[in-house]
């Protein structure tokens, strides 16, 4: 019986992943060891074994290499969401589709920990972290656009990809205070009622 060789894109794919990987616990074991200033973009590549030119292929920026799993996780939730159903409402698809970054979270809880304690700490991550959320949303509210059939901008999947970026990034911060990811999808489903019940409030 022949065996096919494996496709050498998917071997080249394989090899960014682990070298992107590579960069980002670089960049994190710096930060964490002689601060963000400190932390230079040849300093993460020579910690990884690769070229200040090979980091700039991955990374326009070390804070990009630092936040690195948040941008992954935002693609793919992004997938399942376009994924879901049409006949679910949009909140139903997108607290499905977050099921995605639950299983990311809990698989790996000590990255997060340490990414989330980084970006609450250091101003320049927070802020690139802020502007990774809004990309998030306009990823998902597009991907809710086109699972519905609908042009892509509209205002009920703006505002439910909105209310969902809320409610993951304060299920991340209650599960960070707490040293505790292993209740993060539990934390998002009572971040998601309490931010229902206050517009149900603010509308009447």
Not at 69 to 84: F, I, N, W
Not at 133 to 140: C, E, F, I, P, R
Not at 179 to 190: C, M, P, Q, W
Request: glycine fraction near 6%; include cysteine; charge should be neutral.
């Amino acid at each position: 019986m022949e065996h096919s060789e494996p496709h050498p894109i998917g071997i080249r794919q394989r090899m960014r992943e682990t070298i992107r990987g590579e960069l980002t616990d670089a960049a994190v074991r710096l930060v964490q060891e002689v601060g963000f200033t400190g932390t230079t973009a040849s300093a993460i590549a020579s910690a990884a074994g690769v070229s200040e030119r090979t980091f700039f292929r991955y990374f326009p920026t070390k804070e990009d290499a630092v936040l690195q799993p948040t941008e992954s996780l935002g693609s793919s939730v992004a997938k399942a969401v376009a994924a879901r159903p049409p006949r679910e409402t949009s909140l139903q698809a997108f607290r499905a589709a977050f099921d995605v970054a639950v299983d990311s979270v809990m698989a790996t809880p000590e990255r997060w920990a340490t990414v989330i304690a980084l970006g609450q700490s250091e101003p320049a991550l927070r802020r690139r972290h802020l502007q990774q959320q809004d990309v998030w949303a306009q990823a998902l509210a597009a991907a809710n656009d086109e699972r519905m059939g609908l042009p892509t901008g509209t205002m009920e999947s703006r505002l439910h990809s909105g209310v969902m970026m809320l409610a993951w990034e304060r299920a991340l911060v209650a599960c960070a205070g707490d040293d505790d990811f292993s209740r993060v999808g539990a934390e998002l489903d009572t971040a998601i009622g309490k931010i229902r019940r206050f517009v149900q409030t603010v509308v009447q």
